[in-house]
């Protein structure tokens, strides 16, 4: 008993300082966090999950280690990652970046299909993609490579901007 008397005299609160660092933004930060996105009646429509999401003074939402998917019955087949991303104050845009990767295994022409850029501007409601940046697409065996893209994801349909150059195996 004398033992943890003296233990607790030792601790007592004014002998215990404790450090209190601000993250510099005075907003949120979240360790394995999940963002729903909803339609005007509330369905779901997308799920963004990160392994670190901070948000900023200018109140956008910064994260690392991030995928994107849609819910079923968005009927959007692309699942996609990134290192980094950022979602604006109103959510209507996300900025991936950093081996960002699409992948949908109902892709064109049934096949799998892979869309990888530096970066990947998206809008999660519309659901169209799009870069100015380098893009490389794989179908099947087939790629093509290519400067700028838009992607109507919903749709299914690709648009490859400028510089196209491909390989096609029969």
Same mark, same amino acid.
Request: charged share 20%.
């Given at each position: 008993m004398l033992g943890s008397w003296y233990l607790a005299r030792i601790f007592s609160? #004014?002998? $215990?300082?404790?450090?209190?660092?601000d993250t510099g933004t005075g907003g949120f930060y979240l360790r394995s966090a999940r963002i729903l996105g909803t339609d005007q009646d509330g369905q779901l429509l997308y799920e963004i999950q990160a392994e670190y999401a901070e948000? @900023? *003074? #200018? @109140? &956008?939402?910064e994260m690392q280690n991030v995928r994107v998917r849609y819910s079923t019955? %968005?009927? $959007?087949?692309?699942?996609?990652? %990134? &290192? @980094? %991303?950022?979602? #604006? &104050?109103?959510?209507?845009?996300?900025?991936?970046? =950093?081996? $960002?990767? %699409? $992948?949908? #295994? *109902? =892709?064109f022409a049934g096949q799998v299909t892979e869309i990888r850029s530096p970066v990947l501007n998206i809008d999660p409601v519309t659901y169209k993609a799009e870069t100015d940046e380098r893009v490389q697409l794989r179908i099947g065996s087939r790629s093509l490579t290519g400067t700028g893209m838009l992607a109507l994801l919903q749709e299914n349909r690709l648009e490859l901007r400028s510089n196209v150059s491909g390989k096609f195996v029969p």
């Open positions: 609160d #004014n002998e $215990v300082t404790h450090t209190i660092t948000q @900023q *003074e #200018n @109140q &956008d939402i019955g %968005a009927n $959007v087949p692309w699942t996609i990652n %990134a &290192d @980094q %991303a950022t979602i #604006n &104050d109103r959510h209507d845009k996300l900025r991936l970046s =950093g081996h $960002v990767i %699409a $992948v949908s #295994n *109902e =892709g």
